[in-house]
C-alpha cells in the first residue's frame, strides 16, 4: 500500500511542487490515511472541459477531485486545480493566490479522502470545511 508521501505534481503549482506535495502529505497524516495523490494544475478552458465531461457542467469550478479505492485497502486520487479560478476566487475573499490554491489543494485532497460538504450557503458551516480551514492555517 502507498506511503503518506506518494504524491505527484504536475504543470506550474504558484506554490512550487515540493509545497503542493507537502500540503498533501500533511492533510494524510492529520487524516491518519495512506494515498497515492497526484495533484495537476490546469488553466481555464482545461478545467472547462473537465468539468463538463466529469460533472457535466460547463462552467469553470476551482477544484475537481476524485478518489479511486485500490486493491488490499489503498487509495488512489487525481486533483485539478484550477490557477485562474484560483486568483479570482482569492481577489473576492482578500487572501493571496498562493493562499487560495493552497486552500484548493487541502480541499481536493479532503475529497479524495471521502470528504465532503453540502453545495448552498451552509457549506462553510460544514465539518469538512471547518477541517480544509484548520489545515490551511497549519500550512500558511
Same mark, same amino acid.
Given at each position: 500500500?502507498?506511503?503518506?508521501?506518494?504524491?505527484?505534481?504536475?504543470?506550474? *503549482?504558484?506554490?512550487?511542487?515540493?509545497?503542493?506535495?507537502?500540503?498533501?502529505?500533511?492533510?494524510?497524516?492529520?487524516? %491518519?490515511?495512506?494515498?497515492?495523490?497526484?495533484?495537476?494544475?490546469?488553466?481555464?478552458?482545461?478545467?472547462?472541459?473537465?468539468? %463538463?465531461?466529469?460533472?457535466?457542467? *460547463?462552467?469553470?469550478?476551482?477544484?475537481?477531485?476524485?478518489?479511486?479505492?485500490?486493491?488490499?485497502?489503498?487509495?488512489?486520487?487525481?486533483?485539478?486545480?484550477?490557477?485562474?479560478?484560483?486568483?479570482?476566487?482569492?481577489?473576492?475573499?482578500?487572501?493571496?493566490?498562493?493562499?487560495?490554491?493552497?486552500?484548493?489543494?487541502?480541499?481536493?485532497?479532503?475529497?479524495?479522502?471521502?470528504?465532503?460538504?453540502?453545495?448552498?450557503?451552509?457549506?462553510?458551516?460544514?465539518?469538512?470545511? %471547518?477541517?480544509?480551514?484548520?489545515?490551511?492555517?497549519?500550512? %500558511?
Amino acid at each position: 500500500m502507498p506511503g503518506p508521501a506518494d504524491v505527484a505534481v504536475a504543470g506550474r *503549482s504558484p506554490l512550487g511542487a515540493e509545497r503542493t506535495a507537502d500540503a498533501v502529505r500533511t492533510v494524510l497524516r492529520g487524516e %491518519r490515511r495512506r494515498a497515492l495523490v497526484s495533484v495537476t494544475f490546469v488553466g481555464r478552458d482545461r478545467m472547462r472541459s473537465l468539468h %463538463r465531461n466529469y460533472k457535466g457542467n *460547463s462552467r469553470v469550478t476551482d477544484v475537481l477531485a476524485f478518489g479511486l479505492p485500490q486493491p488490499g485497502g489503498g487509495l488512489a486520487g487525481d486533483v485539478y486545480v484550477c490557477v485562474w479560478r484560483a486568483k479570482q476566487q482569492a481577489r473576492v475573499h482578500r487572501v493571496s493566490a498562493r493562499e487560495e490554491v493552497l486552500r484548493l489543494v487541502v480541499h481536493g485532497t479532503l475529497h479524495v479522502l471521502g470528504w465532503d460538504h453540502p453545495e448552498d450557503e451552509s457549506r462553510d458551516q460544514s465539518d469538512m470545511w %471547518r477541517r480544509q480551514e484548520r489545515y490551511v492555517r497549519a500550512l %500558511r
